[in-house]
T-cell receptor, first 111, second 113 residues
Framework: DTAVSQTPKYLVTQMGNDKSIKCEQN?????MYWYKQDSKKFLKIMFS???????INETVPNRFSPKSPDKAHLNLHINSLELGDSAVYFC??????????FGSGTRLTVV | GENVEQHPSTLSVQEGDSAVIKCTYS??????FPWYKQELGKRPQLIID?????GEKKDQRIAVTLNKTAKHFSLHITETQPEDSAVYFC????????????FGKGTKLSVIP
């Protein structure tokens, strides 16, 4: 069983489109995250939810909107996609006091 | 907020040699220090971690050392193999009130056969 699963794995779309990435974890963790990894491999936090409550909202364009229907799911919706949004997006969940378990990533390419 | 510096950014070693990656952090309240390995096209995966009440931890060919006074910690890989080639990230958890890990910028390790 995959602990943290993301869909889709690859996403190619045109500028201006709206797209969503889904994430689900079956580990029973309370906290989930979205990270963006750019071409230089830097992992930049975007959002964090703890028990469905938004606790971290870094400086990202408001075109990015996270949604957590329950503590096992954290989805990411992106409006009006731009070329600079191209990156790999990782979902992760965390057990209290330990490190993250990452999803397999979604490679977003905006053309 | 927490600031994590990681060095070097790239590292090439001959197969069988040792590799050392170093990280420094700024928040003296930080209490948990994991290391992640990310192979090309894959997700970052936890390979070893250490807590602030421990100075060293080993797991086969990898070890992590922590110097709380100096606020730095290091990853040591001995007898390197080609499959150790990857990007390695250090991270720091600042404890109570902090919900996130702060990551270093990564070290690309290349093991030359």
């Amino acid at each position: 069983d995959t602990a943290v699963s993301q869909t889709p794995k690859y996403l190619v779309t045109q500028m201006g489109n709206d797209k969503s990435i889904k994430c689900e974890q079956n580990l029973g963790h309370d906290t989930m995250y979205w990270y963006k990894q750019d071409s230089k491999k830097f992992l930049k936090i975007m959002f964090s939810y703890n028990n469905k409550e938004l606790i971290i909202n870094e400086t990202v364009p408001n075109r990015f909107s996270p949604k957590s229907p329950d503590k096992a799911h954290l989805n990411l919706h992106i409006n009006s996609l731009e070329l600079g949004d191209s990156a790999v997006y990782f979902c992760a969940s965390r057990d209290r006091g330990r490190g993250y378990t990452f999803g397999s990533g979604t490679r977003l390419t905006v053309v | 907020g927490e600031n994590v510096e990681q060095h070097p950014s790239t590292l090439s070693v001959q197969e069988g040699d040792s590799a050392v990656i170093k990280c420094t952090y700024s928040d003296s309240a930080s209490n948990y220090f994991p290391w992640y390995k990310q192979e090309l096209g894959k997700r970052p995966q936890l390979i070893i971690d250490i807590r602030s009440n421990v100075g060293e931890k080993k797991d086969q060919r990898i070890a992590v050392t922590l110097n709380k006074t100096a606020k730095h910690f290091s990853l040591h890989i001995t007898e390197t193999q080609p499959e150790d080639s990857a990007v390695y990230f250090c991270a720091v958890y600042s404890g109570a009130g902090s919900y996130q890990l702060t990551f270093g910028k990564g070290t690309k390790l290349s093991v030359i056969p």
